[in-house]
């Protein structure tokens, strides 16, 4: 199963961005049933969890609550990163990860640059 992040980039402080994470090859009633996770990796620290989106559950991380929201288009097969106020710890790579059912698949993580 390959996750397909995107819509990482460059942007002004406060500014917005929406990442994208495509899994076109997953069965559309497998994909209805996984849970999908948004995590962050600033430059020199480890991946932080910041979103979770699982059957109608979300989660958020202190540092972004408020500010980003996760959702997903089932038929689409997508899940969404709406990052709002974005702030320049906000940089570095996001990555989307699927796990339940005894999977565990990461995307290869889209870059985001915050500037001040």
């Known amino acids: 199963?390959?996750?397909q992040a995107?819509?990482?980039?460059?942007?002004?402080?406060?500014g917005s961005l929406r990442l994208s994470c495509t899994v076109p090859r997953m069965i559309l009633s497998t994909f209805w049933g996984t849970t999908f996770d948004w995590y962050h990796q600033a430059p020199g620290n480890q991946r932080e969890l910041i979103a979770t989106s699982s059957d109608g559950y979300t989660y958020y991380g202190d540092s972004v609550k408020g500010r980003f929201t996760i959702?997903?288009?089932?038929?689409k097969k997508t899940v969404y990163l709406q990052m709002n106020s974005l702030k320049t710890e906000d940089t570095g790579t996001?990555?989307?990860h699927a796990r339940g059912s005894g999977m565990d698949y990461w995307g290869k993580g889209t870059q985001v640059t915050v500037s001040s």
């Open 1 to 3: 199963v390959q996750l």
């Open 6 to 14: 995107s819509g990482g980039g460059l942007v002004q402080t406060g």
């Open 71 to 75: 959702s997903r288009d089932n038929n």
């Open 94 to 96: 996001y990555f989307c």
